[in-house]
């Protein structure tokens, strides 16, 4: 017997998000109390971050509203404290908070535009380097190993410290955050091109990619509309760990000094701020970004290691 049922009673197709929602990947999101935890989290310090100008109780690149009175007060927690710091001053009479909201916006800004940098690279590269073989190949694998033989803060102290000798001084401070994003994210690329490469690999020996090549479609649209995102769940579990890499590696370079300007300070130039009064007494101007840098890093570290296990197919 043939459907009598009217075609305007038929149930709607579900929505992409709908989809999403039933996906197994928000199922395993929601079995992991884990990954809810440090994606909880890393959207806070996001939100606090991008919304720094707005809800900071000051701000603390205004001259006008330093008072050296407040210089070195306490968290409020302890004797000599006051409510309206509550995580204390710093040397300059600065609410510690308030320095705190603003350096997370430029070490986030930082190694988001680092990873973006390294990623574009890295899979550009990869999926040249594993479609086209041969010399090309060779080239871009040698060139990778070479990179590999050093290590990533040797090359981000190369890149930095040969931009401040060749750009004149006041260039050099104007480009100082992109010079430390370029910085990190080339030392960073070798990462995405050689997993992407792999994949790749295998990728192009497939059917649909015969079936491409036989209707004439050309190599570059095969990448990146065919292959491409066959091997983005690999590049996903990388960007969220070099997402972390990269703050440790900003803060690295900033607590050495060379790093991005003190006019915009990032957790590394306050952690290095307060490790010249550690020993005096102020431990909470160091110990605070320390703390908020230990807790940002570790909310990524936690995330990129549940997606690892989501990608990873010997788990399913």
């Known amino acids: 017997m043939m459907d009598q049922t009217p075609a ?23 079995q992991s109390p884990t990954a809810m935890v440090a994606a909880a989290v890393l959207l806070l310090f996001v939100l606090v971050a991008l919304l720094a100008p707005w809800i900071a109780p000051q701000n603390p690149f205004d001259p006008a509203a330093l008072e050296l009175i407040n210089s070195r007060i306490p968290p409020a927690w302890l004797e000599g404290g006051q409510a309206r710091f509550p995580l204390g001053t710093d040397g300059q009479g600065r609410d510690l908070l308030s320095v705190l909201m603003f350096g997370l916006r430029i070490s986030l800004l930082v190694s988001f535009c680092a990873t973006l940098f390294a990623l ?97 479609m050309g190599p570059l649209r095969i990448l990146f509309k065919h292959v491409l995102p066959n091997v983005l769940g690999p590049v996903l579990v990388i960007a969220t760990l070099s997402l972390g890499l990269g703050i440790l590696t900003e803060a690295t370079l900033s607590f050495l000094g060379l790093g991005v300007p003190p006019t ?29 840098l230990v807790v940002l890093v570790l909310a990524i570290n936690l995330l990129g290691d549940w997606l690892r296990d989501v990608f990873n197919p010997k788990l399913k």
């Not at 040698?142 to 750009?167: C, E, K, W, Y």
Request: charged letters at 15%.
């Open 8 to 30: 305007g009673l038929l149930a709607p197709a579900p929505s992409a998000w709908h989809r999403f929602l039933d996906s197994d990947f928000v199922f395993s999101f929601r």
């Open 120 to 216: 574009a690279v890295g899979v550009t590269l990869g999926l040249i380097s594993g479609y086209a073989g041969g010399r090309i190949d060779n080239l871009i694998m040698r060139l990778a190993d070479m990179q590999l033989s050093f290590p990533t803060i040797l090359v981000a102290l190369l890149i930095d410290g040969l931009s401040r000798a060749l750009l004149p001084r006041s260039v050099h401070e104007q480009l100082a955050l992109w010079v430390v994003v370029f910085a990190i994210g080339i030392s960073t690329w070798v990462q995405y091109a050689r997993t992407v490469r792999g994949a790749t690999l295998v990728e192009k020996t497939k059917d649909y990619v015969h079936a491409a090549r036989l209707i004439g």
């Open 264 to 292: 915009s300070p990032s957790l590394g130039t306050l952690i290095r701020i307060g490790n010249e009064v550690l020993f005096s007494g102020e431990w909470w101007v160091t110990v605070m970004p320390g703390a908020c």
